[in-house]
C-alpha cells in the first residue's frame, strides 16, 4: 500500500510561483510513475504533469508546459511540482498521483484510469 500526502498549496497572485511536494510512504516508489493532476471548481479532473520514477522523461499538459516543471526525489520518496509564472486559470485543487501499472510515459500519463494511488489534494488559489 502507497500513502500520498500532498503539500505546499496556498494562495498567490498572478505571475507568482509555488512548489507543490507529494511525500510517499508505504513502499519506494522507484518503478512507479508519478503524476499530478487538478480539479478546477465545476470542472472535471484534468492531466498536469507525469515523471517515470527512475528516469528522467516527463509529460506535461499543454496548459502549463514552460510553466510547471515536474521534480522527483528518490532518496525523500517525493515528488515535487514547480510552479511559475501562474495565472487565475490554474486555481484547482492539485492532487498527486502514482501508478504501478503504467508502462509508457508517453501513452499512460494523462489516463486517470492508470493511476491506483491518491492523495487528499491540496488547494491552490491564483489572484488576479
Known amino acids: 500500500q502507497v500513502q500520498l500526502v500532498e503539500s505546499g498549496g496556498g494562495l498567490v497572485q498572478a505571475g507568482g510561483s509555488l512548489r507543490l511536494s507529494c511525500a510517499a510512504s508505504?513502499?519506494?516508489?522507484?518503478?512507479?510513475?508519478m503524476g499530478w493532476f487538478r480539479q478546477a471548481p465545476g470542472k472535471e479532473r484534468e492531466f498536469v504533469a507525469a515523471r517515470g520514477w527512475s528516469g528522467g522523461s516527463t509529460s506535461y499538459a499543454d496548459s502549463v508546459k514552460g510553466r510547471f516543471t515536474i521534480a522527483r526525489d528518490n532518496a525523500k520518496n517525493t515528488v515535487y511540482l514547480q510552479m511559475n509564472s501562474l495565472e487565475p486559470e490554474d486555481t484547482a485543487v492539485y492532487y498527486c498521483?502514482?501508478?504501478?501499472?503504467?508502462?509508457?510515459?508517453?501513452?499512460?500519463?494523462?489516463?486517470?484510469?492508470?493511476?491506483?494511488?491518491w492523495g487528499q489534494g491540496t488547494q491552490v488559489t491564483v489572484s488576479s
Open positions: 498521483a502514482a501508478s504501478s501499472r503504467a508502462t509508457s510515459l508517453r501513452e499512460h500519463a494523462p489516463r486517470q484510469d492508470i493511476y491506483n494511488y
Open positions: 508505504g513502499r519506494t516508489l522507484i518503478t512507479y510513475i
